[in-house]
T-cell receptor, first 113, second 115 residues
Framework: QKEVEQNSGPLSVPEGAIASLNCTYSDRVSQSFFWYRQYSGKSPELIMSIYSNGDKEDGRFTAQLNKASQYVSLLIRDSQPSDSATYLCAVAGSGGSNYKLTFGKGTLLTVNP | GAGVSQSPRYKVAKRGQDVALRCDPISGHVSLFWYQQALGQGPEFLTYFQNEAQLDKSGLPSDRFFAERPEGSVSTLKIQRTQQEDSAVYLC?????????????FGDGTRLSIL
């Protein structure tokens, strides 16, 4: 059973701070990793994808991947109250099932004004 | 439309009734997925279509669950003889090409409540 683990939170940060969200996964050969943001009652919204070791930056968001440690993280700089949501880490399967996403339970982030 | 569209947004049914949930993917997207999301959990994979072919249905919880995509666009998830444990949000997602390692784009889901 492939697993994706996230701290459920809630993670509370003040406005303007850096929020750090972490995720570990069990399938050593997974190649694709995604971060989704989900507001209450809404659909998951893709905010970052990462496929190679290292950092990938997009605006205020930075995804970091370390395949050797089976660890992926999301940093949100200059956090805003509008960033308050649940952040889901998703890992694609390997080999012939690489279309199948396994999600963590999500981390609830609260950004306080 | 620009995004994945699902209907109805909310569905209430009595235990034992059959329900049908509809998904209209992003135009031209080859791959379509159904997920089930329980309260406080991440989405869990149910089934995968590539065009009209259902290539993976390993996540369907029981033989009461059935999905189809007859013309390779709109998909329907049907649940027969509903049970209370079927209460969840059912999410549909699509991606542009066949195969994996691609971002999936989600609809707003159908919130199903079984009384």
């Amino acid at each position: 059973q492939k697993e994706v683990e996230q701290n459920s939170g809630p993670l509370s940060v003040p406005e303007g701070a850096i929020a750090s969200l972490n995720c570990t996964y069990s399938d050593r050969v997974s190649q694709s990793f995604f971060w989704y943001r989900q507001y209450s009652g809404k659909s998951p919204e893709l905010i970052m994808s990462i496929y190679s070791n290292g950092d990938k930056e997009d605006g205020r968001f930075t995804a970091q991947l370390n395949k050797a440690s089976q660890y992926v993280s999301l940093l949100i700089r200059d956090s805003q109250p509008s960033d308050s949501a649940t952040y889901l880490c998703a890992v694609a399967g390997s080999g012939g099932s690489n279309y199948k996403l396994t999600f963590g339970k999500g981390t609830l982030l609260t950004v306080n004004p | 439309g620009a995004g994945v569209s699902q209907s109805p947004r909310y569905k209430v049914a009595k235990r034992g009734q059959d329900v049908a949930l509809r998904c209209d993917p992003i135009s031209g997207h080859v791959s379509l997925f159904w997920y089930q999301q329980a309260l406080g959990q991440g989405p869990e994979f149910l089934t995968y279509f590539q065009n009209e072919a259902q290539l993976d249905k390993s996540g369907l919880p029981s033989d009461r669950f059935f999905a189809e995509r007859p013309e390779g666009s709109v998909s329907t998830l049907k649940i027969q003889r509903t049970q209370q444990e079927d209460s969840a949000v059912y999410l549909c997602a699509s991606s542009k090409d066949r195969g994996g390692n691609q971002p999936q784009h989600f609809g707003d889901g159908t919130r199903l409540s079984i009384l």
